[in-house]
C-alpha cells in the first residue's frame, strides 16, 4: 500500500526568509500525482502545487516550488519569502488512479 | 457560493442520538468523498462516491453510513457514535477522468464532539 510520511511535525521560519517542508512517500507505480495541500487555521484545505510523476521538470507556483525526486521517493515543498499568511497546517498527498493518500502534516509557524 | 459546503460547521452529539452531516458541492464535478481528519493522523478516507459507485473503507465503522442522491450532494448519517469518533470530518470532490489529474476541492469540515 502506497504510505506517505511527513517527518516534521512542526516548523517554523522567519517572515522572508525560506522554508522547506519534507516529504517522502513509498510506492510501486510509476504513473502518479504528488500534491502539497495547505489547511490554515479556518480550516478548509486548499491546492498549493501538484507535480505528475512523469515530468521530470520541478513545478512552481510563485513563491513555492517543490524538489522531486522520484528515485529517492521525495517531494519537497520550498516555500520563498514566506509571509505571515502561509502560516498552516501543510499536508503531502499521493494520488493513484482514484484514491489519495496523505501524510500526517506539518504545522508551519511564521515569525514575523 | 463556495465549490464545497459542509453543513454544520460544529456539531455536539450524544452517544443515543442521530444526525446528519451534508456536503454539497457546487463545481460539476463527478465525485465526492468523505474524509475522517485526527489530530496527528493521515487524513483518513471513510468512503468515495465517484461515477455513482461507492467504495468504502472496510475499517469504517456501520454506525456511520453514507448517501449520495446525486453527484452533487453527500451525506453521513450518525447513528450511536463513540467518544473516540470525535474529529473533523471532510467534504471533497474531484472530477475523475481517464488521465487521472483531478485534485481534491475541500470543505470546510463539520467539527463533531460525541459526548
Known amino acids: 500500500a502506497q504510505t506517505v510520511t511527513q517527518s516534521q511535525p512542526e516548523m517554523s521560519v522567519q517572515e522572508a526568509e525560506t522554508v522547506t517542508l519534507s516529504c517522502t512517500y513509498d510506492t510501486s507505480e510509476s504513473d502518479y500525482y504528488l500534491f502539497w495541500y495547505k489547511q490554515p487555521p479556518s480550516r478548509q484545505m486548499i491546492l498549493v502545487i501538484r507535480q505528475e510523476a512523469y515530468k521530470q521538470q520541478n513545478a512552481t507556483e510563485n513563491r513555492f516550488s517543490v524538489n522531486f525526486q522520484k528515485a529517492a521517493k521525495s517531494f519537497s515543498l520550498k516555500i520563498s519569502d514566506s509571509q505571515l499568511g502561509d502560516a498552516a497546517m501543510y499536508f503531502c498527498a499521493y494520488r493513484s488512479v482514484n484514491q489519495f493518500y496523505f501524510g500526517t502534516g506539518t504545522s508551519l509557524t511564521v515569525i514575523p | 457560493e463556495t465549490g464545497v459546503t459542509q453543513t454544520p460547521r460544529h456539531l455536539v452529539m450524544g452517544m443515543t442520538n442521530k444526525k446528519s452531516l451534508k456536503c454539497e458541492q457546487h463545481?460539476?464535478?463527478?465525485?465526492m468523498y468523505w474524509y475522517k481528519q485526527s489530530a496527528k493522523k493521515p487524513l483518513e478516507l471513510m468512503f468515495v462516491?465517484?461515477?455513482?459507485?461507492?467504495?468504502e473503507n472496510n475499517s469504517v465503522p456501520s454506525r456511520f453510513s453514507p448517501e449520495c442522491p446525486n453527484s452533487s450532494h453527500l451525506f453521513l448519517h450518525l447513528h450511536t457514535l463513540q467518544p473516540e469518533d470525535s474529529a473533523l470530518y471532510l467534504c471533497?470532490?474531484?472530477?475523475?477522468?481517464?488521465?487521472?489529474?483531478?485534485?481534491?476541492?475541500f470543505g470546510e469540515g463539520s467539527r463533531l464532539t460525541v459526548l
Open positions: 462516491y465517484s461515477l455513482e459507485e461507492r467504495v
Open positions: 463545481l460539476g464535478h463527478n465525485a
Open positions: 471533497a470532490s474531484s472530477q475523475v477522468r481517464t488521465a487521472n489529474t483531478g485534485e481534491l476541492f
